[in-house]
């Protein structure tokens, strides 16, 4: 494997585009992440390669080549993330919307939609989702399943709003203009400490990780 560009690195580790067996892909690698944060950097690896082998049928999915406790090497997506693509068609929407839909089957939530830097616009004009860190996988779609899938949704919205807001539905702005109890108390209680620790203390931002397809 031959690693040719560093795409990000921050203290949970280092992610590359490599080459394997001849092809593009990409190295999330854990080993250099900081040693007080090896145990979180690695926890996340599991919950991204959990959800990956989950969806590893879904086609237009990033897939996992393999993996160990370290690291995590999937295929490479050709594409831009959604602040360099500005998709402006309802096709995009539409597809990216029944792609969500799709993954919510399998019981899984990406908990992370809200980065426009997680959704790509692919060279071939599909949408795709990347970076599942935050992913939760369950077989029980109770309260929390349901609540969390919703928030997938409103974030997508957010985002068809940004680029093409006249595609909006009615019931797509209802959705956009209620958010979760979930939603409320991440808003009030955990996003100001999220926020002071990510952007004062790690440096980063809702569109980090911009390069990494």
């Given at each position: 494997?031959?690693?040719?560009e560093?795409?990000?690195?921050?203290l949970?580790?280092?992610?590359?585009?490599?080459?394997?067996?001849?092809?593009?892909a990409i190295?999330?690698?854990?080993?250099?992440?900081?040693?007080?944060?090896?145990?979180?950097?690695?926890?996340?690896?599991r919950?991204?390669?959990r959800?990956?082998?989950?969806?590893?049928?879904?086609?237009g999915?990033?897939?996992?080549?393999?993996?160990?406790?370290?690291?995590?090497?999937?295929?490479?997506?050709?594409?831009?993330?959604?602040?360099?693509?500005?998709?402006d068609t309802?096709?995009?929407?539409?597809?990216?919307?029944?792609?969500?839909?799709?993954?919510?089957?399998?019981?899984?939530?990406?908990?992370?939609?809200?980065?426009?830097?997680?959704?790509?616009?692919?060279?071939?004009?599909?949408?795709?989702?990347?970076d599942?860190?935050?992913?939760?996988?369950?077989?029980?779609?109770?309260?929390m399943?349901?609540?969390?899938?919703?928030?997938?949704?409103?974030?997508?919205?957010?985002?068809?709003?940004?680029?093409?807001?006249?595609?909006?539905?009615t019931?797509?702005?209802?959705?956009?203009?209620?958010?979760?109890?979930?939603?409320?108390?991440?808003?009030?209680?955990?996003?100001?400490?999220?926020?002071?620790?990510?952007?004062?203390l790690?440096?980063w931002?809702?569109?980090?990780?911009?390069?990494?397809?």
């Amino acid at each position: 494997m031959l690693k040719n560009e560093l795409l990000k690195k921050d203290l949970f580790g280092e992610v590359w585009k490599v080459t394997a067996e001849g092809k593009d892909a990409i190295l999330r690698d854990t080993r250099p992440a900081r040693w007080w944060l090896k145990w979180l950097a690695r926890s996340l690896l599991r919950r991204e390669t959990r959800a990956m082998a989950t969806l590893h049928e879904v086609d237009g999915m990033p897939q996992i080549i393999s993996s160990d406790s370290q690291t995590l090497l999937r295929t490479f997506i050709a594409g831009v993330p959604l602040l360099e693509g500005r998709p402006d068609t309802a096709a995009y929407f539409n597809d990216a919307a029944k792609l969500l839909r799709r993954i919510h089957r399998d019981g899984i939530t990406h908990n992370d939609l809200a980065k426009e830097a997680n959704i790509l616009l692919c060279d071939d004009g599909s949408p795709t989702f990347i970076d599942f860190q935050l992913a939760g996988v369950t077989r029980q779609r109770g309260r929390m399943f349901r609540s969390a899938a919703r928030e997938d949704i409103r974030h997508l919205l957010k985002h068809k709003r940004t680029y093409r807001p006249d595609l909006l539905t009615t019931r797509e702005r209802n959705i956009l203009d209620s958010p979760s109890p979930l939603s409320r108390a991440w808003m009030l209680l955990v996003k100001p400490l999220y926020m002071f620790v990510t952007r004062k203390l790690l440096g980063w931002s809702d569109r980090e990780g911009a390069a990494d397809r």
